[in-house]
């Protein structure tokens, strides 16, 4: 009778698992197709040069794009030129769309940035292809120079996944490279999040180009403006190897 019992409780223990299967295979799915670039939307914090050309190349690749600006009207002609999967929207508009957000904003719009949307920034992946210069953002260069500009852009947007993308290069280079054949350009990146990492590579990826994990946010400084590895237009072997990366 007891072994009758026990044999029952294994078989509804059994019958129960084989039931939640196909919903934690379905989880961990939908994790890692995350991790591996699928189309998921993308938000645009500022609609200039470097945010229209990313922008823009991730709209070829199918993800849907929502360029934001305080004044959205200013878009209309950017988002018309690009097709469907184009929107505009508000800064409040695009980061409640995006699962991923890009930040190509003058470095100068930082601190405020962080004070006002800091809270739906917060576990948001946030590429950032920021750069100071002194002329236009005094005191923030001379603090990014300073302290890296990973551990500024992190100071002034907390709670952030960021990863540092986007930021080595003339948006010029990223139009002209894009999908180009041989190798591809590469695009240095770097974080302290290994999951953020991996959707921005990702990102990477379907914007054309090569991903090189250069290291954590403080390596960003070995490509940041200024550096001996900003506006390199080099292929991934060749980054890797300049970067020291053996991965």
């Known amino acids: 009778m007891a072994c009758d019992r026990r044999t029952l409780l294994r078989a509804g223990a059994f019958a129960l698992a084989l039931a939640a299967a196909p919903a934690v295979a379905q989880d961990a799915k939908m994790q890692g197709t995350k991790a591996e670039g699928a189309k998921i939307p993308i938000a645009v914090i500022g609609g200039g040069n470097i945010g229209g050309t990313i922008g823009g190349l991730w709209i070829k690749s199918g993800h849907p794009v929502m360029f934001a600006s305080r004044h959205p009207d200013d878009l209309k002609p950017l988002v018309e030129t690009l097709g469907p999967l184009a929107k505009a929207g508000t800064v409040e508009q695009a980061l409640a769309f995006g699962d991923a957000v890009l930040i190509a904003v003058p470095y100068k719009a930082y601190p405020e940035l962080g004070r006002t949307y800091g809270g739906l920034l917060k576990g948001?992946?946030?590429?950032?292809?920021?750069?100071?210069?002194?002329?236009r953002d005094g005191d923030l260069a001379a603090e990014a120079e300073s302290a890296g500009i990973g551990a500024t852009s992190a100071k002034y947007l907390p709670g952030a996944r960021l990863v540092r993308a986007f930021n080595a290069a003339n948006y010029r280079l990223?139009?002209?490279n894009a999908h180009r054949s041989g190798l591809a350009m590469a695009v240095p990146i770097a974080g302290d999040d290994k999951q953020a990492l991996g959707v921005a590579a990702a990102l990477v990826r379907d914007a054309g180009f090569d991903p090189v994990v250069v290291g954590g946010l403080d390596a960003a400084r070995q490509f940041?403006?200024?550096?001996?590895?900003f506006q390199r237009d080099a292929t991934g072997p060749e980054a890797r190897k300049a970067f020291g990366v053996t991965e």
Do not use: I, Y
């Open 124 to 135: 948001k992946v946030v590429l950032d292809a920021g750069n100071a210069t002194k002329a």
């Open 174 to 176: 990223f139009a002209q």
């Open 224 to 229: 940041q403006m200024g550096s001996p590895g």
